[in-house]
């Protein structure tokens, strides 16, 4: 079984910076694929950003790129996400989602995830 915890949204102005944490139990951690999700009032949960097991490689949304940046320390148990140059349009409920199998990183599917958090509310004004 795997608890994630996300952590450091808030509210900030447009064109500003956030760092989600997403702090993960289990001792299988390493071996997981992990991937951001976000969802928008009256919106489906999207796609943001994925990593493999190993951070060697990553995915983002083409809504994302080159603003946003995922990374992770396995030996904290911890995969971060670096959100820069926000905009209004990014306003949502941030969700790290694990993927135990560890074959299905950058996948856009939420099916494709096992275990969720509880999501961090990221805000942005204008």
């Known amino acids: 079984q795997v608890q994630l915890v996300e952590s450091g949204g808030g509210l900030v102005q447009a064109g500003g910076s956030l760092r989600l944490s997403c702090a993960a139990s289990?001792?299988?951690?390493?071996?997981?694929?992990m991937g951001w999700f976000r969802q928008a009032p009256g919106k489906e949960r999207e796609f943001v950003a994925g990593i493999r097991w190993r951070g060697t490689r990553t995915y983002y949304a083409d809504s994302v790129k080159g603003r946003f940046t995922i990374s992770r320390d396995n030996a904290k148990n911890t995969v971060y996400l670096q959100t820069n140059n926000l905009k209004p349009e990014d306003t949502a409920v941030y969700y790290c989602?694990?993927?135990?199998?560890?074959?299905?990183?950058?996948?856009?599917?939420?099916?494709?995830?096992?275990?969720w958090g509880q999501g961090t509310q990221v805000t942005v004004s204008s």
């Open positions: 989602a694990a993927d135990s199998t560890g074959r299905r990183a950058g996948s856009s599917w939420p099916g494709s995830y096992d275990y």
């Open positions: 289990g001792r299988t951690f390493s071996d997981y694929a």
